[in-house]
């Protein structure tokens, strides 16, 4: 035990950093001091379990119940008292700046709430974030090498952790805004009308209703997100039943049969199919904005970041060089600036995916992209960002519902050498490489058919940015 504890300086951090009082005499520079934040309500009992197993192993005081303190404060009191002892003279704090890395236990909302957190509060050496698996889909972890199975509790394991923690390599990925605004109901608080992600945002502009917000795996609208909003609608009525991640997988494929996705040209109009709810902008060229078609049997479409959706599964997959050439498609990257949009029909077309080289309907890739909502036959839609979804009101007059998305810098990652992800400056995955042979035909319909820093935590701050118009399609533009 003397040994582990020898091996575990190398993650603690004193308490006269984190709590004040007075400094050691003698003091030990690690090599790698951690900020742990756990949510203890993810993963059944596992949240609570982990959240002890850590409070044991190092300072209790790095350890935090994401219940019981926000990240952001956390953080914030943090960095302003590694600053005092700076500029006091203490190279131990100088050091521990550095030097530190975050780990986040939770799933996949959880992860993009610290991501959001470190964005917003501009620190001097914004620390790279690594990700425990607690949540069901573990889409985000997945993509940076941590696996998407739940991790075991116990000591041994949490050590086996740490210690990928200490030799992971930093990554960095694209952050992406995502802006909507609509018209403001007569008689309504425009600032909680919804009942929306943690991860969007409320404030108050001329009559209208606007959130603000950012993702960094995926933002996606149609058959996938009305699945999991009912998933999560289920498990608030009766969390005692979702306490194994087995379960809730089997919970959520079921749902996926219940509600008719598996024979959707029977069991729901086309009237719900995506090209009939909205018109789609996007930006291929930086200020150049033009429509994307969509095939008319495209009942979800998901914009990603990462190449880890569902579960694990890749939706673009790695296009060919005649995809290359023809219709100027690349492998995802997840630092190059650009949102693959890829687009199902039915759940049996998601299930392609589980082909060694299936994908789903390759849309396009770009720079930004642009969701105008028009009156029509159906009176509502689903939206879910990074694993949270919610019911989104339609316009039942002439007005619209417009849904922004722009590229909003980088965030650092930690990631093994198990990861998906791949990046533009990763000599390990040139840009210039594609296989031949890593495509499969889920595309023939489409091709027939064819200023201020901004923040995503505190709207009292928040600047809509240049190039930013979506002031100018609150009309009927449909």
């Known amino acids: 035990m003397i040994g582990n504890r020898d091996k575990l300086k190398e993650f603690f951090i004193p308490n006269y950093v984190l709590v004040g009082g007075a400094m050691p005499k003698i003091k030990f520079a690690p090599s790698c001091p951690v900020i742990v934040f756990v949510n203890a309500k993810s993963g059944g009992q596992l949240g609570g379990e982990l959240l002890l197993t850590y409070r044991a192993l190092l300072n209790e005081n790095q350890v935090f119940d994401l219940g019981e303190k926000a990240p952001d404060k956390v953080l914030h009191n943090l960095y302003v008292t590694l600053e005092k002892l700076k500029f006091a003279g203490d190279a131990l704090a100088a050091d521990i700046e550095k030097r530190l890395r975050i780990i986040v236990a939770g799933g996949d909302g959880t992860a993009g709430w610290l991501l959001s957190v470190v964005s917003d509060l501009k620190l001097p050496n914004p620390p790279p974030i690594a990700t425990v698996p607690l949540g069901t889909g573990n889409n985000l972890h997945f993509a940076f090498g941590w696996g998407k199975k739940n991790p075991g509790t116990d000591q041994q394991s949490v050590q086996y952790f740490l210690n990928q923690v200490k030799t992971a390599k930093e990554m960095q990925i694209d952050s992406w805004h995502i802006l909507m605004r609509m018209k403001t109901p007569k008689k309504c608080d425009p600032t909680t009308p919804l009942e929306l992600p943690h991860s969007l945002h409320a404030f108050q502009q001329e009559g209208f209703q606007t959130f603000r917000g950012g993702f960094w795996n995926y933002f996606s609208v149609g058959m996938d997100a009305q699945i999991s909003y009912d998933f999560h609608a289920q498990r608030k009525l009766h969390a005692e039943k979702f306490k194994n991640q087995l379960v809730n997988q089997s919970t959520y494929l079921k749902l996926g049969c ?158 093994t050498p198990l990861k998906r992800s791949k990046s533009v400056s990763d000599p390990e995955s040139p840009v210039s490489s594609h296989d031949e042979d890593e495509d499969s035909s889920n595309e023939e319909e489409y091709l027939v058919d064819s200023g201020e820093r901004r923040k995503f935590g505190a709207s009292d701050t928040f600047k809509i940015p240049d190039g930013i118009h979506i002031a100018r399609h609150n009309s009927a533009s449909c």
Request: charged share 20%.
């Open 258 to 415: 219940t509600q008719g996705w598996f024979c959707a040209p029977i069991m729901h109009p086309s009237s719900r199919n995506v090209a009939h709810l909205t018109k789609i902008m996007i930006m291929k060229r930086q200020g150049h904005w033009e429509e994307l078609h969509i095939p008319p049997s495209i009942r979800s479409i998901v914009c990603l970041n990462l190449p880890s959706f569902s579960g694990g599964l890749d939706p673009w997959g790695k296009p060919n060089r005649k995809k290359v050439q023809y219709r100027d498609l690349t492998s995802p990257y997840v630092d190059d600036g650009l949102l693959e949009i890829v687009g199902f029909r039915d759940a049996w077309h998601g299930l392609v995916l589980l082909a060694p080289k299936g994908h789903g309907t390759r849309l396009a890739q770009a720079h930004g992209i642009r969701f105008e909502f028009c009156k029509g036959a159906v009176d509502h839609t689903f939206m879910r960002i990074d694993g949270e979804p919610w019911k989104q009101p339609l316009p039942a007059d002439d007005d619209s519902v417009v849904v922004e998305i722009s590229h909003f810098g980088q965030v650092s990652m930690l990631a």
